[in-house]
């Protein structure tokens, strides 16, 4: 059993900065990405950060030069530093983790992908 838990969130001011964490438990053979998504109301969850196995990163044009994802070299955790909140960037953020749950499903190219419950954030004066 695979489970994510996103913790960090908070009311912030906007021009402040939060970090979010995600940590991974449960076996994974092989982890190849994590990602950040966020979800406001009324809106369909979007991408904000991604990071592959590599250490290859991609954002949001929104959110650009104002995040940062990274992880740890096992891929048990991983972070979101947040600077420079806006009143847009209020959302549930989520967590996930796409990659090989076995060997098994490593030789037959069977991706799984793991989500975390989501952690509020809100950017308020």
């Known amino acids: 059993q695979v489970s994510l838990v996103e913790s960090g969130g908070d009311l912030v001011q906007p021009g402040g900065s939060l970090r979010l964490s995600c940590v991974v438990s449960?076996?994974?053979?092989?982890?190849?990405?994590m990602g950040w998504y966020r979800q406001a109301p009324g809106k369909p969850r979007e991408l904000v950060a991604a990071?592959?196995?590599?250490?290859?990163?991609a954002y949001a044009d929104s959110v650009q030069d104002r995040f940062t994802i990274s992880s740890d070299n096992a891929k048990t955790t991983s972070y979101l530093q947040m600077d420079s909140l806006k009143p847009e960037d209020t959302a549930v953020y989520y967590c996930?983790?796409?990659?090989?749950?076995?060997?098994?499903?490593?030789?037959?190219?069977?991706?799984?992908?793991?989500w975390g419950q989501g952690t509020q954030v809100t950017v308020s004066s």
């Open positions: 996930n983790v796409g990659g090989f749950r076995s060997l098994f499903d490593y030789r037959r190219k069977y991706e799984s992908t793991y």
């Open positions: 449960g076996s994974i053979y092989r982890a190849n990405s």
């Open positions: 990071i592959t196995s590599g250490g290859n990163t």
